[in-house]
Nanobody, 124 residues
């Protein structure tokens, strides 16, 4: 069982930056592929980024490529999402997710564990 707790959300002006953190419980964090998803009001949850167990491979959705960066620190059981050049359309609840997998997963259905979410609001 893995418990995930996100932090770092908030209100920011367009063009600004935020860094989200997600800390996992347990001693096997490095066994999990980690992902970030988001859900805007009235929309379905969508993939944002994912990272391999070692951190050596990352993938980002086209909508955030070049602006967002996923990373992880296995010694701290934490995955990060650095968000730069934020836009109003980035406003959403952001969730981190984990799955015990060798393959990096981009589908929401592929993840087994979810955090409670953290709100990001970008004002224009």
């Amino acid at each position: 069982q893995v418990q995930l707790v996100e932090s770092g959300g908030g209100l920011v002006q367009a063009g600004g930056s935020l860094r989200l953190s997600c800390t996992a419980s347990g001693r096997t964090f490095s066994s999990y592929v980690m992902g970030w998803f988001r859900q805007a009001p009235g929309k379905e949850r969508e993939f944002v980024a994912a990272i391999s167990r070692s951190g050596g491979y990352t993938i980002h959705d086209d909508s955030v490529k070049g602006r967002f960066t996923i990373s992880r620190d296995n010694a701290k059981n934490t995955v990060y999402l650095q968000m730069n050049s934020l836009k109003s359309e980035d406003t959403a609840v952001y969730y981190c997710a984990a799955v015990n997998s060798i393959v990096v997963v981009t589908s929401e259905k592929g993840y087994d564990y979810w955090g409670q979410g953290t709100q990001v609001t970008v004002s224009s």
